[in-house]
């Protein structure tokens, strides 16, 4: 990431800790999902792509303070019971706005960690099961925003300005602790979107020239009124919707049996 000869570590697309998160991988609650496929696998996905230095950078930069925030196996989940303790900025129809700067929050790490799961995902090549994430898979930024979030991760550039960051905190006395990869990128009148998913927590990434103002005015950084993170019952919602139509159809042994994707090598 910051392009200087370095040895690099053994990266791991997901903290290795977001595994502690999921304590029961045999559980039907807890899952991964990806490019339209969902897995009960948690096979930890690893590439060469960080130096120490960067490693340690994501880390303090999001990863430790999200992990210890997020929902946990034994039900405690710190960041929501930090927002739902505080006084709301504005009360919509499907969710609760908070202030990014409510007691027991940190935005700018939740941000960041964002923003380095979507980067690190969009460079890296990760597989699961037969598909590719990252750059031979769906998963791209196009190499303008690409170099723009990676100067933003180094500290080098302010968050991008033609990007959005949302982040949707679960309003559930018991969420789902579901795992989902980031996806997503199709053009959408002038700008795209990309998401993901981790206990509790949901994360949407909007780039473009053209991003509207009623989507920009859910930013947790370049808001124009206010930073804000959401209490809502979202990102439970999506999971039970989506998985309602994707366990119907799953066959537990179909993964195994799938062949071993082929590598382009570049
Ligand atoms: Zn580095």
């Given at each position: 990431?910051?392009?200087?000869?370095?040895?690099?570590?053994?990266?791991?697309?997901?903290?290795?800790?977001?595994?502690?998160?999921?304590?029961?991988?045999?559980?039907?609650?807890?899952?991964?999902?990806?490019?339209?496929?969902?897995?009960?696998?948690?096979?930890?996905?690893?590439?060469?792509?960080?130096?120490?230095?960067?490693?340690?950078?994501?880390?303090?930069?999001?990863?430790?303070?999200?992990?210890?925030?997020?929902?946990?196996?034994?039900?405690?989940?710190?960041?929501?019971?930090?927002?739902?303790?505080?006084?709301?900025?504005?009360?919509?129809?499907?969710?609760?706005?908070?202030?990014?700067?409510?007691?027991?929050?940190?935005?700018?790490?939740?941000?960041?960690?964002?923003?380095?799961?979507?980067?690190?995902?969009?460079?890296?090549m990760?597989?699961?099961?037969?598909?590719?994430?990252?750059?031979d898979?769906?998963?791209?930024?196009?190499?303008?925003?690409?170099?723009?979030?990676?100067?933003?991760?180094?500290?080098?550039?302010?968050?991008?300005?033609?990007?959005?960051?949302?982040?949707?905190?679960?309003?559930?006395?018991?969420?789902?602790?579901?795992?989902?990869?980031?996806?997503?990128?199709?053009?959408?009148?002038?700008?795209?979107?990309?998401?993901?998913?981790?206990?509790?927590?949901?994360?949407?990434?909007?780039?473009?020239?053209?991003?509207?103002?009623?989507?920009?005015?859910?930013?947790?950084?370049?808001?124009?009124?206010?930073?804000?993170?959401?209490?809502?019952?979202?990102?439970?919602?999506?999971?039970?919707?989506?998985?309602?139509?994707?366990?119907?159809?799953?066959?537990?042994?179909?993964?195994?049996?799938?062949?071993?994707p082929k590598r382009n090598r570049?």
């Amino acid at each position: 990431m910051c392009l200087l000869v370095r040895p690099l570590c053994d990266s791991h697309l997901w903290p290795r800790q977001i595994y502690a998160l999921l304590h029961d991988p045999g559980d039907p609650k807890h899952f991964t999902l990806g490019n339209g496929r969902l897995t009960h696998t948690m096979k930890q996905m690893h590439e060469y792509l960080l130096c120490d230095e960067c490693e340690e950078r994501f880390n303090s930069g999001g990863e430790r303070w999200v992990l210890a925030n997020a929902l946990h196996p034994s039900g405690s989940f710190h960041l929501r019971d930090a927002l739902r303790a505080a006084k709301p900025f504005v009360t919509l129809e499907a969710s609760v706005a908070y202030s990014g700067h409510t007691s027991g929050v940190d935005l700018d790490k939740l941000v960041y960690f964002a923003a380095s799961m979507f980067w690190r995902t969009s460079v890296g090549m990760w597989t699961l099961a037969d598909r590719w994430f990252g750059r031979d898979g769906k998963m791209n930024l196009g190499s303008r925003y690409s170099e723009e979030v990676r100067l933003y991760l180094l500290g080098k550039a302010p968050f991008p300005r033609n990007a959005v960051s949302v982040v949707y905190v679960s309003d559930e006395d018991a969420p789902h602790a579901s795992v989902t990869f980031a996806a997503g990128g199709r053009q959408k009148e002038g700008h795209c979107s990309y998401s993901f998913q981790l206990p509790g927590l949901m994360f949407f990434l909007v780039l473009g020239q053209h991003i509207p103002d009623t989507i920009r005015g859910l930013c947790a950084v370049n808001n124009p009124v206010q930073r804000l993170v959401f209490l809502t019952k979202f990102p439970d919602e999506f999971t039970r919707r989506w998985t309602a139509e994707k366990m119907a159809t799953l066959d537990p042994t179909a993964l195994s049996k799938l062949p071993y994707p082929k590598r382009n090598r570049q």
